[in-house]
C-alpha cells in the first residue's frame, strides 16, 4: 500500500520550453502533495506544498510562476517547469501524505523521482 | 531554523552491522523517520519512531531514540550489499506537515 507513482521518469527538453511532472498516489486519497527539488549527492529541498483545490503555498525563493502547481485531485499533482533552463535541470520529487491510523501528523510517501535535463 | 545533521558517509563490510546517526535541534519533534534511497530512485520509507518511544524494531532494522540528546540512530544487522543507498533521516513535529531532512549518509556495504 501507500504507492506514489510520477511521469515521465526522465525527460530532456530544450531550453525555453516547458515540462510537466505528474505525480499520483495510487492506492489511497493524499491529503497533501509536496514537490521536492534534490541537487547531485544533496538532501531533499522543499519546493512548495499543495492541497486539493487549492493554490500552492511555495517555499521561501521558489519562484511560483515558473514552478506551476496544480492539484486537480485527491490522487494527482502536477508540476510544470516553464520556460525551462539549464539551471532547472534536477532530480524532482514528489510525496504524498495520508494521516497515519491513530496518529496526528500525515506519513509521506515518495515519487521514483524524476530527472529532467534542459538543453 | 531547525535542523538535522547525519555523517556524509558510512563504510561496511558485508554481514556486519551499521550504524547510522542523525542529530536534530527540534524540541517539539514527535515522528522521526528514517528513508533509503538508492541511485536514481525516489525514497522509500524505511521506518519511523514516535517521540514518545526509546526503540524500534522491525526485521534487521532497531532504531534507537535519545530525546535528551536528540540524537537518533538506525542499527541494520547483518548488512548485505543490496544495502548500500543512501538513508535520510527525517523529523516533523505535530500539527505541520513539514518534514526537516538529513543531509543523508551514504552507505557503503564491502563483499
Known amino acids: 500500500g501507500a504507492v506514489v507513482s510520477q511521469h515521465p521518469s526522465w525527460v530532456i527538453c530544450k531550453s525555453g520550453t516547458s515540462v510537466k511532472i505528474e505525480c499520483r498516489s495510487l492506492?489511497?486519497?493524499?491529503?497533501?502533495m509536496f514537490w521536492y527539488r534534490q541537487f547531485p549527492k544533496q538532501s531533499l529541498m522543499l519546493m512548495a506544498t499543495?492541497?486539493?483545490?487549492?493554490?500552492?503555498?511555495?517555499e521561501q525563493g521558489v519562484e511560483k510562476d515558473k514552478f506551476l502547481i496544480n492539484h486537480a485531485s485527491l490522487t494527482l499533482s502536477t508540476l510544470t517547469v516553464t520556460s525551462a533552463h539549464p539551471e532547472d535541470s534536477s532530480f524532482y520529487i514528489c510525496?504524498?501524505?495520508?494521516?497515519?491510523?491513530?496518529?496526528?501528523?500525515?506519513?509521506?510517501?515518495f515519487g521514483p523521482g524524476t530527472r529532467l535535463t534542459v538543453l | 531554523g531547525e535542523d538535522v545533521e547525519q555523517s556524509l558517509f558510512l563504510s561496511v563490510r558485508e554481514g556486519d552491522s551499521s550504524v547510522i546517526n542523525c542529530t536534530y535541534t527540534?524540541?517539539?519533534?514527535?515522528?522521526l523517520y528514517w528513508y533509503k534511497q538508492e541511485p536514481g530512485a525516489g525514497l522509500q520509507l524505511l521506518t519511523y519512531?514516535?517521540?514518545?518511544?526509546d526503540m524500534k524494531q522491525d526485521q534487521r532494522l532497531t532504531v534507537l531514540l535519545n530525546k535528551k540528546d536528540k540524537h537518533l540512530s538506525l542499527r541494520i544487522a547483518d548488512t548485505q550489499t543490496g544495502d548500500s543507498a543512501i538513508y535520510f533521516c527525517?523529523?516533523?513535529?505535530?500539527?505541520?506537515?513539514?518534514?526537516?531532512f538529513g543531509t543523508g549518509t551514504r552507505l557503503k556495504v564491502l563483499a
Open positions: 510525496s504524498a501524505s495520508t494521516l497515519r491510523a491513530g496518529g496526528d501528523t500525515d506519513t509521506q510517501y
Open positions: 492506492d489511497f486519497q493524499a491529503t497533501t
Open positions: 499543495s492541497n486539493e483545490g487549492s493554490k500552492a503555498t511555495y
Open positions: 527540534d524540541s517539539s519533534s514527535t515522528y
Open positions: 519512531i514516535f517521540s514518545n518511544m
Open positions: 527525517a523529523e516533523t513535529s505535530s500539527g505541520t506537515y513539514k518534514y526537516i
